[in-house]
């Protein structure tokens, strides 16, 4: 009888346990979507606009660069001397409008007691007319050869590291030709996958706290920023309703990462918020 009634307390305080877990549990927030996903971090390639052989290279592979920075500069001889003929081409040009432009206003004032005959007017004119558009053509050769110059450095467009260093100095590259390969530390993006049933469910904004499993390490936020409108591993052509279950719809997380603790591959553990959804029903 002692045996039994310690096996009865027993079997009280497990029952009792249970049940108590499942009262005081945390109920899962129907809000709340936790989805595993991976770090995307996007990648740059840096080049320059303009064709020239590279002068300097400023950073090697590994090192962080800050937005901004110089990063590469183009032997900038050749685009120099472009200016400096712009320059002279100008100059000439407008020196030749503005005699035309004298005589014109002289011929303009002795044609009415015929000291200029109207042919010799319109000429001038004609002159005057073809000299201004010649101007307005060499400030645009100007203003192209100064870009051009201009294009002979590049500089980070944000924050990164170089993954690799393509070329090397005194290598002759043509425009776009990439230089450097630069990984942006921020923002990134953490690339997940939707069930189908759950596609409905994840709208565009909706914000997002992702883990990571660094010990006691910081939430970051993020909003949702693509839905992919093509299932991924798509069994067949036509499915039935259970094959549909099995499809998943890839999605990406845009998340600041002002530390640069989030790094490509990196897992981690998003729980989105979800909002409201309305059923588009109406009471009258």
């Given amino acids: 009888m002692k045996r039994l009634l310690i096996i009865s307390i027993i079997c009280v305080f497990v029952v009792s346990g249970i049940g108590l877990y499942f ?81 014109l206003k002289r011929q303009l004032e002795i044609i009415g007691v015929g000291g200029v005959s109207a042919q010799e007017l319109d000429n001038t004119q004609a002159k005057y007319n073809e000299t201004k558009a010649m101007l307005e053509g060499a400030l645009e050769e100007l203003t192209i050869a100064i870009e051009n110059l201009s294009y002979t450095q590049v500089c980070a467009p944000n924050d990164g590291i170089i993954l690799t260093r393509v070329l090397e100095e005194g290598s002759v590259v043509k425009e776009a030709d990439p230089v450097y390969t630069l990984s942006l530390i921020s923002p990134i993006w953490v690339r ?45 052509t036509v499915q039935t309703a259970q094959l549909r279950t099995d499809l998943v719809y890839r999605i990406r997380i845009y998340v600041d990462n002002p530390d640069g603790v989030l790094k490509q591959g990196m897992p981690v553990t998003v729980k989105l918020n979800l909002q409201e959804k309305g059923d588009g029903s109406s009471t009258n």
């Fill in 192 to 236: 997940a996958y939707l069930m189908e049933p759950e596609l409905g469910r994840v709208m565009y904004g909706d914000t997002a706290k992702i883990y990571t499993d660094v010990e006691n390490g910081k939430v970051y936020e993020g909003k949702v920023g693509f839905i992919s409108p093509v299932a991924e591993f798509t069994p067949k």
């Fill in 23 to 103: 009262l005081f549990r945390e109920k899962p927030n129907p809000n709340e979507l936790v989805l595993y996903g991976n770090v995307d971090v996007r990648q740059v390639d840096i080049a320059f606009r303009v064709k020239g052989r590279i002068e300097k290279l400023f950073f090697l592979e590994g090192e962080l660069v800050k937005k901004g920075q110089k990063m590469a500069v183009l032997d900038e001889n050749p685009y120099i001397n472009e200016v400096g003929e712009a320059k002279s081409k100008v100059e000439a040009i407008r020196f030749s409008l503005e005699n035309t432009e004298i005589l």
